[in-house]
């Protein structure tokens, strides 16, 4: 199922296991975590593990981050308050709230046929 350009990737680029792009994934993830409100890096990493069970490396995530933000999804700077080292935050631009809203409109027609196609099999294991 991988390779070529499926769905609102840039330039082809996917990381797929099994067939499943857990890139694409990652992105739209990302994305409705930060859609409310600004989040650290950090904070996105462990949300990802609580929320979704997603255990992704953070250079991954840092990695999603810059390439998110260099599509004008997102948007980042330095917040410096408060104690402690400076920490980059992270804030979803109208161009990346459009990108998402049309992204979980595909991922909600692919789950309807995916639905489908899980029932069908469910029949024919039980039959």
């Known amino acids: 199922m991988c390779g070529g350009n ?3 990737c840039h ?25 409310d409100k600004t989040v650290y890096g950090a904070e996105i990493h462990r949300v990802l593990k609580e929320k979704f069970n997603v255990d992704a490396p953070k250079p991954v995530i840092y990695g999603l981050l810059r390439k998110m933000e260099y599509f004008g999804f997102i948007t980042s700077k330095w ?3 408060g104690g402690g080292p400076a920490r980059r935050v992270y804030k979803i631009t109208e161009e990346g709230l459009e990108y998402l809203n049309s992204s979980l409109k595909s991922l909600r027609d692919a789950k309807k046929v995916i639905d489908l196609i899980l029932a069908e099999d469910e029949k024919g294991a039980s039959g």
């Open 6 to 8: 499926q769905g609102p």
């Open 79 to 81: 917040d410096v308050e």
């Open 11 to 35: 330039e082809g680029e996917q990381v797929c296991s099994r067939g499943i792009p857990l890139r694409g994934l990652l992105n739209l993830a990302i994305l409705t975590l930060i859609k």
